[in-house]
């Protein structure tokens, strides 16, 4: 842990280690055009995003354009995506949204936050994803990971996910946000879970994390090694 650096030092620090892990920054939902993209963001709600690659293949066949979904009844849709969790509003979402931007937005996706979260199914952290992956507008959509890593890492409290973002935001430099969101998700896969953490394997936390958590955590293993 390294307590005599500042804040903003710190921040540059946890990018550098990021930048250094992850210089190439794939999007983790299959999609070929912002319409592909903003179903999959839709149907990954409580479900892995493999999970939702798996079933976007076998839904888009059927229909890959809101002029095709609309022509599947919300039944045929619920059939296809069961398998995601939460098919019932999850098909009724995707297809009202269809319907929407065929009739509100000529067809396309419109690349505009207000109007993505009037959609029926879409929230603020389903807007930013699209906004963030599918046009390239800066944006910093909170997800569970980030939510967990910014709090362990001391960059926010933790009381809430839109207080994470408005930190995240003010902490990070704006032109990195969209591939930072990115980063921060893969690193807590991989070196930062929820459960089964390491305080070996994950360097960001062992150097610049919350003190208190820390000492949680060393706390904890020195129980299990009595």
Same mark, same amino acid.
């Given at each position: 842990?390294?307590?005599?650096?500042? $804040?903003?030092? #710190?921040? &540059?620090?946890?990018? /550098?280690?990021?930048?250094?892990?992850?210089?190439?920054?794939?999007?983790?939902?299959?999609?070929?055009?912002?319409?592909?993209?903003?179903?999959?963001?839709?149907?990954?709600?409580?479900?892995?995003?493999?999970? /939702?690659?798996?079933?976007?293949?076998?839904?888009? /066949?059927?229909?890959?354009?809101?002029?095709?979904?609309?022509?599947?009844?919300?039944?045929?849709? $619920?059939?296809?995506?069961?398998?995601?969790?939460?098919?019932?509003?999850?098909?009724?979402?995707?297809?009202?949204?269809?319907?929407?931007? *065929?009739?509100?937005?000529?067809?396309?996706?419109?690349?505009?936050? &207000?109007?993505?979260?009037?959609?029926?199914?879409?929230?603020?952290?389903?807007?930013?994803?699209?906004?963030?992956?599918?046009?390239?507008?800066?944006?910093?959509?909170?997800?569970?990971?980030?939510?967990?890593?910014?709090?362990?890492?001391?960059?926010?409290?933790?009381?809430?996910?839109?207080?994470?973002?408005?930190?995240?935001?003010?902490?990070?430099?704006?032109?990195?946000?969209?591939?930072?969101?990115?980063?921060?998700?893969?690193?807590?896969?991989?070196?930062?879970?929820?459960?089964?953490?390491?305080?070996?394997?994950? *360097? *960001?936390?062992?150097?610049?994390?919350? #003190?208190?958590?820390?000492?949680?955590?060393? &706390? /904890?293993?020195?129980? #299990?090694?009595?």
């Amino acid at each position: 842990m390294t307590p005599s650096l500042s $804040k903003q030092e #710190k921040v &540059k620090a946890i990018v /550098a280690i990021l930048d250094e892990l992850y210089p190439e920054v794939p999007i983790p939902l299959d999609h070929k055009d912002p319409y592909t993209l903003l179903v999959a963001v839709l149907l990954s709600a409580q479900c892995t995003d493999e999970r /939702a690659n798996q079933i976007t293949p076998k839904l888009f /066949a059927r229909a890959d354009n809101p002029y095709d979904m609309v022509m599947l009844s919300i039944d045929e849709i $619920k059939e296809i995506i069961k398998p995601c969790g939460l098919s019932p509003m999850k098909s009724k979402g995707i297809w009202h949204l269809s319907d929407m931007i *065929i009739k509100q937005h000529n067809g396309q996706v419109p690349a505009d936050f &207000k109007a993505l979260e009037a959609m029926p199914g879409v929230g603020h952290k389903t807007a930013s994803v699209v906004m963030a992956q599918a046009f390239g507008i800066p944006a910093f959509p909170v997800d569970t990971h980030i939510h967990r890593l910014m709090y362990r890492w001391g960059l926010s409290n933790g009381k809430s996910v839109e207080q994470t973002e408005r930190d995240a935001k003010r902490l990070f430099p704006k032109e990195k946000w969209n591939d930072l969101h990115l980063q921060i998700i893969y690193y807590g896969r991989e070196y930062c879970p929820a459960r089964g953490f390491s305080l070996d394997k994950c *360097i *960001i936390t062992r150097q610049y994390g919350r #003190k208190s958590f820390i000492n949680e955590v060393l &706390k /904890a293993q020195s129980k #299990k090694k009595k």
